[in-house]
């Protein structure tokens, strides 16, 4: 069982480049979210999606764009990456009736210099 | 809005002594609660959850939590730590009801265990 697969897994970009973070899930879960963990802040919610082809900000969405064309995949964009965007990324998704548990990916590690 | 707060930066504890983390929660109604477990370099992994129904509730590797309504506090507890439950811990809070739905997460507490 897949679960909630992030790809890449590690990425260095330089300050300007552009790059995607895809997320893709195998449960049929209807929302899905884009975290970000800092040290000694948590997770903080950057952008979030209660089905295909509708998305919102969360608490960080600046600097980020999303997309969710397919139910299974929710994309995160970086367009003009800043040294403030080095973190790690963490992907997630539940379904829409029960308990709210959510069930995350491995994460992704992007530096940017 | 809903907030968590964890206030334990970082706790250090032998092995095969007791645990507790502390967390406490902001939220006008009864929240969903979560706590999750995340080791060094791996995903988030649910421990335990609750939703409604026996305060005491039990989840994976020994660990048990109990929900305290009139302290707003859902504090996770382990009797006897092994080194493999050093971890960083962290605490969540959803709303019981929404169609808008997002979790928060306290700042997360680093567990050290030693020999």
């Known amino acids: 069982n897949a679960g909630v697969t992030q790809t890449p897994k590690f990425r260095v970009l330089k300050t300007g480049q552009s790059m995607t973070l895809l997320c893709a899930q195998d449960m049929n879960h209807e929302y899905m979210y884009w975290y970000r963990q800092d040290p000694g802040m948590g997770l903080r919610l950057i952008h979030y999606s209660v089905g295909e082809g509708t998305t919102a900000k969360g608490e960080v969405p600046d600097g980020y764009n999303v997309s969710r064309l397919k139910k299974q995949n929710f994309l995160l964009g970086l367009e003009s990456a800043a040294p403030s965007q080095t973190s790690v990324y963490f992907c997630?998704?539940?379904?829409?009736?029960?308990?709210?548990?959510?069930?995350f990916g491995e994460g992704s590690r992007l530096t940017v210099l | 809005a809903q907030s968590v707060t964890q206030p334990d930066i970082h706790i250090t504890v032998s092995e095969g002594a007791s645990l507790e983390l502390r967390c406490n929660y902001s939220y006008g109604a009864t929240p969903y609660l979560f706590w999750y477990v995340q080791s060094p370099g791996q995903g988030l992994q649910l421990l335990l959850k609750y939703f409604s129904g026996d305060t005491l509730v039990q989840g994976i590797k020994g660990f048990e939590a109990e929900f305290k309504r009139s302290q707003s506090s859902f504090n996770l507890r382990k009797p006897s730590v092994h080194w493999s439950d050093a971890a960083e811990y962290f605490c969540a809070v959803g709303p019981a009801r929404s169609n808008d739905y997002k979790l928060s997460f306290g700042a997360g507490t680093t567990v050290t265990v030693r020999a």
């Open positions: 997630a998704s539940r379904n829409r009736e029960g308990t709210g548990e959510l069930f």
